[in-house]
C-alpha cells in the first residue's frame, strides 16, 4: 500500500521530579541532604531510511510517546533518563507542524535526523539547594514536561526523472522497458494509481531513478480525474519527460495535449513549468498521420525543447532517450556539485 501523508502525534517524556533525602549512616556524624536528580524525559527522534519507502506505517498507529526520566533518589542518585523513541520515515519526507502549517524539516537523503520533540529537563534534588546557611533544605523541584507536537508527513519521492503526461500516455510502458519497474499496464485510463519508481541502468556504475506520475487531466487542479495530489513526487525531480500520445484513438491536437498538462503543472506550483523539460512523441507504431508528430516536433523546436520519437512498445526511440536522458541527469549532478 502506497501512503504518503500521514498526520501523526507525537510526546517527548517528561522530567523526573526531584528528591528530597537526607543521610542517615552509621560512622557519619554529620549527613546532611542527599536528593538526587530527576532523569531527563526521552525525545522523539525522526530518522530518515532506506528500508522504508511509504508512511504506511504510521496509518494505524498514529500516536508516539518517549518513555519518561526516572524521579531521583537518595544517596545523590540521579534517576535514569528516558530513552529516545527513533521513528524511521523514507527519505524524501517533509516535516510539517500540523497546527501552524510551518515546514520543520525535509528529509533529503538516507541517514537524517530531526529531533521532533525534546525530552524535558529532570528537576533538582534537594541536595543542590544546601548553602553554609541552610545546610538542611527541603525544597526540590518538578520535572519540566517534555514536548509535544501534531505533525503532518508528506513524502516526496526522490527520483531524477518525472514521467508525465494524459492517462494511457505510455509513461509505465516506457518506465517497464527502461527499469525493472514491474507497473500494472493496461490499455484503459487511470491504469496507474499510484506513483512507480524504476532505476535506470546505464551501465555498471552509472544509473538515475525515474518516477510515473499517474495521468492528468484537463481540470486536475479542480479534483478531476485522480487530482493533482501526486505531482509533488517530481518537485525534487531534475528532469521532465512529457509523454503525448500520438495512437488514432485520441482525436485530439499533440499541441493543445501539451499545453493543458503544462496548464495543470503551473496551476499546482510555478516551479514545475520552469523545470527542464523533454517531450516525447509515444506509441508511434500505431501512428497513421506522421502530420501530427511533425507539428509536434516543429512546436518543440521553436520552443527549444528536445523532441523524441518511441515506442515503448517496439523499443523503437527509447534507447536514445534513455541514454539522452542519463546525460543530462548527470550533467545536473555536477552542476550540484560545483554549486556546493
Same mark, same amino acid.
Given at each position: ?6 498526520? *501523526? ?12 533525602? %537526607? ?21 522523539? *527522534? ?9 508512511? #504506511? ?7 508516539? &510517546?518517549?518513555?519518561? !526520566? ?27 507542524? @500540523? ?16 529531533? +521532533?520533540?525534546?525530552? !524535558? ?15 538542611? =533544605?527541603?525544597?526540590? $523541584? ?22 508525465? !503526461? ?13 527499469? @525493472? ?8 485510463? %487511470? ?19 525515474? +518516477? ?28 521532465? /519527460? ?20 503544462? $496548464?495543470?503543472? +503551473?496551476?499546482?506550483?510555478? +516551479?514545475? =513549468?520552469?523545470?527542464?523539460?523533454? /517531450? @516525447?512523441?509515444?506509441?508511434?507504431? /500505431? ?5 501530427? @508528430? ?18 515503448? #512498445? ?5 534507447? &536514445?532517450?534513455?541514454?539522452?536522458? !542519463?546525460?543530462?541527469?548527470? $550533467? ?9
Amino acid at each position: 500500500m502506497f501512503v504518503d501523508e500521514a498526520l *501523526i502525534a507525537v510526546k517527548a517524556g517528561d522530567g523526573g521530579n526531584g528528591c528530597v533525602a %537526607f543521610r542517615r549512616e552509621k560512622f557519619v556524624p554529620h549527613g546532611g541532604p542527599s536528593g538526587g536528580d530527576g532523569g531527563r524525559g526521552g525525545s522523539v *527522534i525522526l530518522r530518515s531510511s532506506e528500508r522504508r519507502n511509504t508512511l #504506511v506505517h504510521f496509518r494505524f498507529r498514529p500516536e508516539h &510517546k518517549a518513555s519518561p !526520566g526516572r524521579h531521583g533518589e537518595g544517596s545523590n542518585k540521579t534517576g535514569k533518563s528516558g530513552e529516545d523513541l527513533v521513528l524511521e520515515v523514507p527519505a524524501g519526507t517533509v516535516v510539517h507542524d @500540523a497546527d501552524r502549517g510551518e515546514k520543520l524539516f525535509d528529509f533529503e537523503a538516507a541517514d537524517q535526523e530531526f529531533v +521532533a520533540a525534546r525530552g !524535558g529537563d529532570g528537576g533538582r534534588g534537594n541536595a543542590r539547594f544546601a548553602s553554609s546557611t541552610n545546610q538542611a =533544605p527541603r525544597r526540590w $523541584e518538578p520535572g519540566i514536561a517534555g514536548e509535544e507536537r501534531s505533525l503532518k508527513l508528506e513524502l516526496k519521492l526522490l527520483a531524477d526523472v518525472g514521467l508525465i !503526461g494524459f492517462p494511457n500516455a505510455g509513461k509505465s510502458t516506457l518506465i517497464s522497458r527502461i527499469s @525493472a519497474a514491474h507497473p500494472k499496464i493496461a490499455d484503459y485510463p %487511470f491504469t496507474t494509481l499510484q506513483p512507480n519508481l524504476g532505476v535506470v541502468a546505464m551501465d555498471e556504475f552509472d544509473s538515475f531513478m525515474v +518516477a510515473d506520475i499517474p495521468g492528468l487531466i484537463e481540470g486536475a487542479h479542480l479534483g478531476h480525474g485522480l487530482g493533482t495530489r501526486f505531482l509533488r513526487h517530481i518537485e525534487r525531480t531534475r528532469l521532465l /519527460v512529457h509523454l503525448i500520445d500520438m495512437s488514432d484513438f485520441r482525436q485530439s491536437d499533440p499541441l493543445d495535449d501539451y499545453r493543458v498538462i503544462m $496548464e495543470e503543472l +503551473a496551476s499546482f506550483s510555478g +516551479a514545475l =513549468p520552469q523545470k527542464p523539460m523533454v /517531450v @516525447a512523441a509515444s506509441k508511434i507504431d /500505431v501512428l497513421q498521420d506522421s502530420a501530427r @508528430a511533425d507539428r509536434l516536433e516543429q512546436f518543440c523546436r521553436r520552443e527549444g525543447l528536445p523532441f523524441f520519437r518511441i515506442s515503448a #512498445v517496439t523499443g523503437e526511440g527509447v534507447e &536514445k532517450l534513455k541514454y539522452y536522458l !542519463g546525460s543530462r541527469v548527470r $550533467e545536473a549532478r555536477e552542476s550540484a556539485v560545483g554549486a556546493k
